[in-house]
């Protein structure tokens, strides 16, 4: 059974930062990415950012230049660094690792709430 395991989440104001981790264990599939989204209240969960196994990064334009993504594949752990921080950015942040064909099921999320 898979389990993600993320946390780091918390409160901020604007301008700060915070770092978010997640392990996956029980994954069954071949890891080929991983990454990050979130889910702002009444809106639909987002892309945050993504990195392959081989280490190329994806970025939503929102984040671009704030946050960075990095894994640990030997782990199965990927961590997002966000720095700068908004208040657009409150939203509750779930990992995934991405097969062929494959993701992991939803965790239970991080919450982050950045105040202005």
């Known amino acids: 059974q898979v389990q993600l395991v993320e946390s780091g989440g918390g409160s901020v104001q604007a301008g700060g930062s915070l770092r978010l981790s997640c392990a996956a264990s029980?994954?069954?599939?071949?890891?080929?990415?991983m990454g990050w989204y979130r889910q702002a209240p009444g809106n639909q969960r987002e892309l945050v950012a993504t990195?392959?196994?081989?280490?190329?990064?994806n970025y939503a334009d929102s984040v671009k230049g704030r946050f960075t993504i990095s894994g640990d594949n030997a782990k199965n752990t990927v961590y997002l660094q966000m720095n700068s921080l908004k208040p657009e950015d409150t939203a509750v942040y779930y990992c995934?690792?991405?097969?062929?064909?494959?993701?992991?099921?939803w965790g239970q999320g991080t919450q982050v709430t950045v105040s202005s």
């Open positions: 990195i392959t196994r081989g280490g190329s990064t």
């Open positions: 029980g994954v069954i599939f071949s890891i080929n990415a």
């Open positions: 995934t690792f991405l097969g062929v064909g494959a993701r992991t099921p």
